[in-house]
């Protein structure tokens, strides 16, 4: 029941969101405008002081390297599959891939880990990993399917990192770590308040993102074949229930469940100590 408490406020704020949305109190632009307030602004504040007080020493690399198992099994048997099972294209087969195995750890995993296990430190760590890893392998593999000489954009791809406002924030954050480094008591008040509205922003912009609207006839057309039945289903089923269940025997192997299990456990109750306080 814990667990499930947890989540209520999570689906209240998704569905304040559709409902806004919905009934035109936030305009028509809600969506869109919530989730660059939140990618820009918001969720770049929490990430930055979640890993700037957060010692070097805390870093789950064993999680990590779990969950790094389990992105690339699932990331690599969906680009596969796309192939022998669908007889998609060669340059659909890395978006299948990705659909499959990339997970939404920012707009909507930290939240979720903020509300439910009241700590971001592991969702920060997936979010550079994804970001830093598997992000440039797809874009490489675009490129070399998009370009008629199989040139690949270097720049563009090196650059990333300093284009994206998420993983800035937390490579900022764990250099502030890695050196001690602290910021003025103004600029941290700052960046507390700012960092408040990140979980509630993203989670309207969420519910307003499930409410669509008819397209205009101005909008462009489908450019990619959409996907079958099938595929949707195995995409799911990839997502879902493979991934984790890679992820949960990595873990054994890596004599993780235990102590990942408790660490949850005291999170929750701290966050709800914290809440009933």
């Known amino acids: 029941m814990n667990l499930v408490s947890a989540f209520v406020p999570i689906w209240i704020l998704t569905a304040v969101g559709y409902a806004a949305c919905r009934w035109g109190l936030l305009g ?22 979640a890993l700037s007080r957060m010692p070097l020493s805390a870093f789950a690399g064993r999680s990590l390297l779990a969950f790094a198992v389990s992105t690339a099994a699932v990331v690599g048997f969906g680009w596969v599959g796309a192939s022998r099972l669908f007889g998609r294209e060669p340059g659909e087969r890395p978006i299948w891939g990705m659909a499959a195995g990339y997970v939404n750890s920012a707009n909507l995993g930290i939240p979720i880990a903020t509300q439910v296990l009241g700590d971001v430190s592991f969702l920060a760590e997936v979010v550079l990993l994804q970001v830093l890893v598997v992000t440039p392998v797809i874009l490489v593999a675009l490129d070399r399917h998009s370009d ?5 954009r270097v720049r563009r791809i090196a650059s990333l990192p300093a284009r994206n406002p998420v993983i800035l924030a937390s490579l900022l954050g764990v ?7 602290h910021l003025p008591s103004a600029a941290g008040a700052s960046l507390t308040l700012l960092s408040g509205a990140a979980v509630p922003a ?23 074949e959409p996907a079958e ?6 995409i799911t089923a990839l997502k879902l229930v493979a991934q984790p269940v890679i992820a949960y025997a990595a873990g054994l192997v890596l004599h993780l469940p235990g102590v990942v299990i408790s660490w949850s456990l005291r999170a929750v109750a701290r966050r709800r100590a914290g809440c009933s306080g």
């Open 28 to 49: 028509e632009a809600v969506a869109s405008v919530l989730g660059r307030f939140v990618f820009h602004l918001a969720m770049p504040s929490a990430l930055f002081l």
């Open 229 to 234: 039945p099938a595929e949707l289903a195995v």
């Open 148 to 152: 008629p000489a199989g040139r690949v």
């Open 202 to 224: 993203a989670l309207v912009a969420l519910g307003a993102s499930l409410h669509r609207t008819a397209p205009s006839p101005a909008e462009p057309a489908e450019l990619a």
């Open 175 to 181: 250099a502030c770590s890695a050196t001690g480094l």
